[in-house]
Structure formats: C-alpha cells, structure tokens
C-alpha cells in the first residue's frame, strides 16, 4: 500500500498512516484529510476540505465536490453489471466493462458503511445514513436512510 506518483495531491493534504492506504492516479484537493486503510483509484477526483474516514473505497469514476465527509467503510461502485469473466470463460479486462460515473455533490455527508451505486448524484448538503445503499439520486438537502436509501428527512429541517 502506498502514494503513487501518479497522484495529484493539493496544498496540506493530510494523509493518515500514508504506509497504510492505497492511493494512485487520483486527485487529492487542498486541506483534504484521508484516513487510514483508503483506496482511492485511478481518475477519481477528491475536492477540497474534505475528510475520507478509514477502511474507504472510492473507485474511478467517482467525483467528490469539496466539502465532503465520507464516513469509515463506505465503498463506491463503478459498474452496474460486474462480472470476473466474460461468457467465454476468459477473464474479463478494462475493456470489457462499461465504466459509470457517480457525483457527491457539495457539504454532503456520507455515514459509515453506506454503499453507493454507480451512476448516482448525491445532491448538496445531502445526508445518507450509515449502513444505506444509496440507488437513486439524492435530491440537495435531503436525508435518506434504508436499504434501498429512502428519504426520511431535509438537513435544513430542526
């Protein structure tokens, strides 16, 4: 586990343990706080001041606006139909799967151990609840919680 060269790291982004993650071909925005025992993968984007708890997943195609809290264990998914060989038996490669992208708009924030599904928009200021499987879309402002993730509240609400 290591920083690759390959990444992009902005002003005073502090990696936890950085003997203990897995960082490679991604961008890292200033302040940014990454824990330890996170992958993040080629062409995924991190903004700035955000904070990447341990034991994190954020795959390619994934991009994160500034501002984020991601909680312990959340894992992000890249690809609707995953499968490890192709129907002739042979192992799959890159270009046999069709990469789809996911958006964590803005302030949102993302409780531990939620799944998010590739080709989501998690909305600004948004709230998912830990344990959720996020998909949908998750409109601005809003909580959402369960598996599937429902909507069971606004973060502007008391």
């Not at 203990?20 to 903004?47: D, H, M, P, S």
């Not at 341990?54 to 499968?83: Q, W």
């Not at 302030?107 to 998909?135: D, E, F, K, P, Q």
Request: net charge negative; charged share 15%.
């Amino acid at each position: 586990m290591a920083i690759a060269d390959t990444c992009v790291l902005g002003r005073d982004v502090k990696v936890f343990h950085p003997d203990l993650v897995n960082l490679y071909g991604c961008t890292i925005g200033e302040g940014t706080r990454i824990g330890t025992f996170v992958e993040i993968q080629k062409g995924a984007v991190v903004g700035r001041h955000c904070k990447v708890s341990s034991h994190s997943f954020i795959c390619e195609g994934v991009t994160v606006e500034d501002a984020v809290f991601i909680g312990h264990g959340v894992m992000f998914t890249n690809d609707l139909r995953p499968r490890a060989a192709n129907p002739d038996g042979s192992l799959q490669t890159e270009a046999d799967w069709t990469l789809v992208p996911t958006l964590v708009r803005q302030g949102a924030s993302i409780g531990s151990n939620a799944t998010i599904v590739a080709g989501v928009t998690i909305g600004r200021h948004a709230l998912v609840g830990a344990g959720a499987v996020v998909t949908a879309d998750v409109p601005d402002h809003a909580i959402v919680a369960g598996v599937p993730a429902r909507v069971v509240g606004d973060t502007r609400s008391p």
